[in-house]
Each structure stands twice: as C-alpha cells, then as structure tokens.
C-alpha cells in the first residue's frame, strides 16, 4: 500500500530527531508509525516542514510545500489538522486526534469543510477520549489504538542499584505541575523532608522544598533521570488523552501516582502499577507510603517488571493496518 502523513507542526522534525526534546507526543507517533508501517512492505511518506528531502529506514521524509496531488495514495493520515488533505490524493483518509474539540471549536478552527469533503476516520486512544470526543465527530468511523513508546524504554536496563530517594514529573509544565507542586509543599515535605521531588523545569521550582529541575536536553538524559526516581507523580489534564510520560514510566517499572484527571485512570492499575487518588490528601498518603514503606514499593515495581514489554509500536502498527 500507498500511504502518507501530513503534519503541519512547525518543528522541522525527522525520524533523525527522535529523541529531541522537542519533539512531542504527536511528532514522536508519526516517527514510529511510519517506521513500522514501512518494515511491513508498505511505501511511506512523511510530508512535514522538515527542510529537505530525506530516506530514514525506508521513509520518505518530504517538505509538506512540495506535496504532489498527481500522486494517489490509498491511506492518508493528518495530523490534527484536517485541512492538510487539500495538499494531497487519496483514496481514504484517516485523522489522528490528539485533543478534545468541542463542536464550536472545530468549525472555529476551519476543520468542519474539510471534514464532511473527506469524510476521515478518526483515531481514538482510549474510553476517556472516545467519551469526550463529540459523536457527531466520529459519524465517520473510528479507529481504537494504544501508543506505544520508544525503544530507548524498552531497552534499558532497570535495577535499583541507581534509585534515590526522590520522584518526579516528566509531563509539559502545563500539565498540572501546579497542582502537583502545592500538593508537595503542603502535605508532603512537611512529613518527610528527606525526600526530593525532580519537574520538568519552570518557574515553580523551589529547591527550599527539596524541588529541582530534571535534566532538559534530550530523552537519553530524561531516562538517567527516571531511573534514579523511586516514584512518578503526575496528577493528570483534563486534555490528556493518553499520557505518554505515564508509559514510559511504566516501562522503566516506576510506579505512578496520579489524580487520575483525563486519562490516568486509564494508564494506572490502582494497586497493581501504582495508585490513582480520590483527591489531595489521598496523593500525599500514597506518595509517603511508597517512599516510607519498601514492601509496597517492591511488590508494585515487581508487577510492572512482568508488564514490561508488552506494548511496542509494531503490535501498534499491526492494530492500525486491521482497522483500516
């Protein structure tokens, strides 16, 4: 099969970028999935803002300004954008969905025209996106996936000769840090001062609570990071549709303690892979409990060392080429 990606993002991204800090949680899916889709004997092509024409492990890596409507593809696939199919031909088109729009604001957002012309499937990553998104923007078709994460996770050794006594956020700072930041210094350092919480850096950083940045850079050093953590906090956003932070953290066996808002309570087993609280109070018990008591830390990291590598992006790639 003929198949094709149109990404409109300004990062001038290619497969060569993958562990950029950069790159997100869309970009970071159109680099693995074209992969695999390529390795299963399909011709791919990327076309992106990337500045130049390029082949990485069997993908065309195109400038979306030189897109070519002469050239039929049998799937397309946008992301976000909807408008993006203008560029090219296709005989199916596929739109890849990573926020919750309401009505008001997809027609705002010049979508609605493009929709009903192309009349797209659209992917969905799990009950709290399927329920939120508008039934009228899935009148034609959906498609269930759940993302995967990179190689570098399921790659790496984990053990606990590195972990420290210390958590960490790795999601955007827009996603709640705020939250996760009050909680720490109010029901959480004044109980257990010894411990030391690691967040994706911005201005509420305040080392006098034993808060610091993680290292910035690249996903190589993120990992480092990871692996020294005992814990991931991560209350959850309402926009979260997935949580890719979540599952990386689950590859790297660290338990995850969420408030469980937009889909963490899908990425969490409570109990099981970590602990999804009711509120404020019930994060703050949880977080002191792992750090206060090894047993439970234990039995939770032992759980998700046999969960480990049961999601990788060819399983994904394999799901996708089913529902198409």
Not at 30 to 57: G, M, P, R, T, W
Not at 168 to 183: E, G, H, K, P, W
Not at 256 to 266: A, F, M, N, W
Not at 278 to 285: G, L, P, S
Request: charged share 25%; with cysteine; hydrophobic share 40%.
């Amino acid at each position: 099969m003929k198949i094709c990606f149109l990404d409109n993002s300004p990062i001038p991204y290619t497969a060569n970028d993958l562990n950029s800090k950069d790159i997100r949680g869309g970009e970071n899916v159109i680099i693995h999935i074209s992969k695999e889709l390529a390795k299963l004997n399909n011709y791919v092509e990327v076309f992106n803002n990337n500045s130049a024409n390029q082949i990485f492990d069997n993908v065309k890596w195109t400038n979306i300004n030189n897109t070519n409507k002469e050239n039929v593809f049998d799937y397309a696939f946008t992301n976000n954008d909807i408008r993006l199919f203008n560029k090219i031909s296709a005989k199916n088109y596929i739109a890849f969905s990573h926020s919750i729009q309401s009505i008001e604001k997809f027609i705002r957002k010049g979508q609605l025209l493009s929709f009903l012309k192309y009349k797209p499937k659209v992917i969905l990553l799990g009950k709290y996106h399927d329920n939120n998104r508008n039934f009228l923007l899935k009148i034609f078709g959906k498609i269930n996936l759940q993302w995967a994460v990179d190689p570098l996770f399921l790659e790496t050794e984990v053990n606990e000769s590195n972990i420290e006594n210390r958590a960490i956020f790795t999601s955007r700072r827009d996603r709640n840090l705020d939250i996760l930041i009050d909680i720490w210094k109010k029901k959480i350092f004044p109980k257990n001062k010894s411990i030391k919480l690691f967040a994706t850096p911005s201005e509420l950083i305040d080392n006098k609570f034993n808060i610091y940045s993680r290292d910035f850079e690249d996903k190589t050093l993120m990992v480092k990071d990871m692996l020294k953590s005992k814990v991931l906090l991560v209350p959850g956003h309402k926009g979260e549709l997935f949580c890719i932070a979540a599952e990386e953290a689950r590859e790297l066996c660290i338990p995850i303690i969420t408030l469980g808002i937009g889909s963490l309570s899908e990425r969490v087993e409570h109990g099981v892979t970590g602990f999804i609280a009711k509120n404020n109070d019930e994060f703050a018990d949880f977080t002191l409990n792992i750090f206060n008591n090894y047993d439970l830390w234990k039995k939770l990291r032992n759980n998700l060392l046999k969960l480990r590598g049961s999601k990788k992006w060819q399983n994904v790639a394999s799901n996708l080429l089913k529902q198409l």
